[in-house]
């Protein structure tokens, strides 16, 4: 299983970036889709996190932060509005599938997202 995430860049304060993650899995039928991120120096957050037909967000991105998927397209997005430089991190998807008895987890390469001041 595959994941690709893209949609990163440097955009300046008040800016907005879509992050999008490519599934080669149905992501219909996975347990909890996330975004997470780490910045340098820090250890890995969990923004958002969709399970159950709940999204959950950090306290950090909400109102300024929408998860989305696209069952058809296997397809996971971050929209990311009114960007601050603490937002400023590495962005990773990540997937959990429950397949029989066994749970896998997948994570994507991370996609750079850079706000400056």
């Known amino acids: 299983v595959q994941l690709q995430a893209s949609g990163g860049g440097l955009v300046q304060t008040g800016g907005s970036l879509r992050l999008s993650c490519a599934a080669s899995?149905?992501?219909?039928?996975?347990?909890?889709m996330s975004w997470y991120r780490q910045a340098p120096g820090k250890q890995r957050e969990l923004v958002a996190r969709?399970?159950?037909?709940?999204?959950n967000y950090v306290e950090s991105v909400k109102d300024r932060f929408t998860f989305s998927a696209d069952n058809a397209k296997n397809m996971m997005y971050l929209q990311m509005n009114n960007l601050i430089p603490e937002d400023t991190a590495v962005y990773y998807c990540?997937?959990?599938?429950?397949?029989?008895?066994?749970?896998?987890?997948?994570r994507g390469r991370g996609t750079q997202v850079t706000v400056s001041s």
């Open positions: 990540h997937v959990r599938w429950t397949v029989g008895l066994r749970t896998e987890e997948y």
């Open positions: 899995r149905s992501i219909f039928s996975s347990d909890a």
């Open positions: 969709f399970s159950s037909g709940t999204i």
